[in-house]
């Protein structure tokens, strides 16, 4: 499959938005579903294009296919990035185009820029539920570190991952 991964336009947040926040509901990752708060941040690409690197991945004839937030050192957006860490958010991949992939171009794509960057790792929080992600990052080279872990909220306990560059 023929991907290329590139910065969002500002005409394509909206799709972006919803792409990813599609991937979370029919994901089953979302405890409330479609009145989950979290799908406002989902939705709101054009905010995060606002403060950090917004990615998406396109086939051969333009259709989005996935999306991924990166964060630089000390964004906005970051949540558990360290000093000289950056931090990768909101990965999502379209149902149809899952196990093609995407999702390992889009995370290369963050590792790129982090490299570029200078930075000295990248990070991710992931549910303890999405199995196929682990395999992913494991394979990348991704190592868990609980010691990281955290809770948004006290219902729920998100799994971080780090890559040393």
């Known amino acids: 499959m023929d991907i290329t991964v590139r910065t969002a336009r500002p005409e394509e947040y909206a799709e972006a938005g919803e792409l990813v926040a599609r991937a979370y509901l029919d994901g089953g990752l979302l405890d409330l579903g479609d009145s989950d708060p979290y799908l406002k941040t989902l939705r709101d690409a054009a905010g995060r294009a606002a403060h950090t690197d917004l990615l998406v991945a396109e086939d ?3 259709a ?3 999306t991924v937030t990166f964060v630089g050192e000390a964004g ?3 949540e558990r990035a360290r000093e000289g860490e950056g931090e990768l958010r909101m990965l999502g991949v379209r149902e149809s185009a899952r196990g093609r ?9 963050c590792m790129a820029r982090a490299r570029a960057l200078g930075l000295s790792g990248l990070v991710l929080s ?9 395999r992913l990052y494991e394979r990348l080279g991704f190592v868990r570190t ?4 955290w809770q948004p909220l006290p219902e729920i306990t998100l799994w971080t991952y780090a890559l040393t560059l």
């Open 60 to 62: 051969h004839a333009g």
């Open 64 to 66: 989005l296919l996935g």
């Open 76 to 78: 906005a957006y970051a």
């Open 101 to 109: 992939g995407v999702g390992e171009a889009l995370v290369r794509a």
């Open 126 to 134: 992931t549910q303890p539920a999405m199995h196929a992600a682990h």
């Open 146 to 149: 609980p010691d990281r872990d």
